[in-house]
T-cell receptor, first 116, second 113 residues
């Protein structure tokens, strides 16, 4: 049973370009989460999605960032017009249910974005 | 507001010594708490979780953690450190109606011979 799959693992973008990060949840999981880890910091929640719905985007920057989880295919985190401050590791996670009863949230290996 | 505080951003122990990584939380509702480990340039691996059952939780790789409500703590311990335990450890609290994790800043564990 494959885990949470993220790609690309490493991405380099010039300032002003777009970055697209993809995440395929674990088989059977319909809940997807995106987190960002800035250098020397812990992970910060960005967005929680279910199929075709954004449930909680309270951690998403107001501009340039968007996320989707279509009916078919992986979840996409899109960053438009990247700036140096967007350089970070972006982690996707998934779960079979919401966190109630402490259902485990599984993390992918991360996508490291470097903006030059 | 819910929060997680990890005391000590860096901890260094000798191989074979006790590992103690501290985590305190703030929550107005009964918490679900987790410890994750992150090796360099890798994702997070779940070590253990507390979900209101037994207060002493055993995890993988010989780690365990004890939930103490009176102290609002969930410290991670291991009796004898191995070199392979060197990594960054994150304590996390499930929040937001159970749809997101709130992480501490992390503790980097170094193990020296």
């Amino acid at each position: 049973n494959a885990g949470v799959m993220q790609n690309p693992r490493h991405l380099v973008r010039r300032r002003g370009q777009e970055a697209r990060l993809r995440c395929s949840p674990m088989k059977g999981h319909s809940h997807v989460y995106w987190y960002r880890q800035l250098p020397e910091e812990g992970l910060k929640f960005m967005v929680y999605l279910q199929k075709e719905n954004i449930i909680d985007e309270s951690g998403m920057p107001k501009e340039r960032f968007s996320a989707e989880f279509p009916k078919e295919g992986p979840s996409i985190l899109r960053i438009q017009q990247v700036v140096r401050g967007d350089s970070a590791a972006y982690f996707c996670a998934s779960s079979s249910e919401t966190g109630s009863s402490g259902n485990t949230i599984y993390f992918g290996e991360g996508s490291w974005l470097t903006v030059v | 507001a819910q929060s997680v505080t990890q005391l000590g951003s860096h901890v260094s122990v000798s191989e074979g010594a006790l590992v103690l990584l501290r985590c305190n939380y703030s929550s107005s509702v009964p918490p679900y708490l987790f410890w994750y480990v992150q090796y360099p340039n890798q994702g997070l691996q779940l070590l253990l979780k507390y979900t209101s059952a037994a207060t002493l939780v055993k995890g993988i790789n010989g780690f365990e953690a004890e939930f103490k409500k009176s102290e609002t703590s969930f410290h991670l311990t291991k009796p004898s450190a191995h070199m392979s335990d060197a990594a960054e450890y994150f304590c996390a609290l499930l929040s937001g109606g159970y749809n997101k994790l709130i992480f501490g800043a992390g503790t980097r564990l170094a193990v020296h011979p």
